[in-house]
């Protein structure tokens, strides 16, 4: 059974960090892109940041400096280590591997909520 599942999300203030996690289950982890979303109350699901299976990454201009993906093939796991959060970062995390024929079935995200 395909399945992806995020956790790490909780309530921080600004300028402090979090380390989100996704275990993905189900799929042949090593041999895809891998990428985290996040989606704020009343936005659409933003593209955040991606990395390939050798590694490569690409990130929003939003994050680029302050966020960093990983992952490790071993525990079919990917990371998104975020620092400096801003309140703007405030949303609800997923991710999901990117592939030319669409998304797996999103997991239940986990929030990020960045407040004093």
């Known amino acids: 059974q395909v399945q992806l599942v995020e956790s790490g999300g909780g309530l921080v203030q600004p300028g402090g960090t979090l380390r989100l996690s996704c275990v993905a289950s189900?799929?042949?982890?090593?041999?895809?892109?891998m990428a985290w979303y996040r989606q704020a109350p009343g936005k659409q699901r933003e593209l955040v940041a991606s990395?390939?299976?050798?590694?490569?990454?690409v990130y929003s201009d939003s994050v680029k400096g302050r966020f960093t993906i990983s992952r490790d093939n071993a525990k079919n796991t990917v990371y998104l280590q975020m620092n400096s959060l801003t309140p703007e970062d405030t949303a609800v995390y997923y991710c999901?591997?990117?592939?030319?024929?669409?998304?797996?079935?999103w997991g239940q995200g986990t929030q990020v909520t960045v407040s004093s």
């Open positions: 189900g799929i042949i982890f090593r041999l895809y892109v």
């Open positions: 999901n591997l990117i592939r030319s024929v669409g998304p797996l079935s």
């Open positions: 990395i390939s299976s050798s590694g490569s990454t």
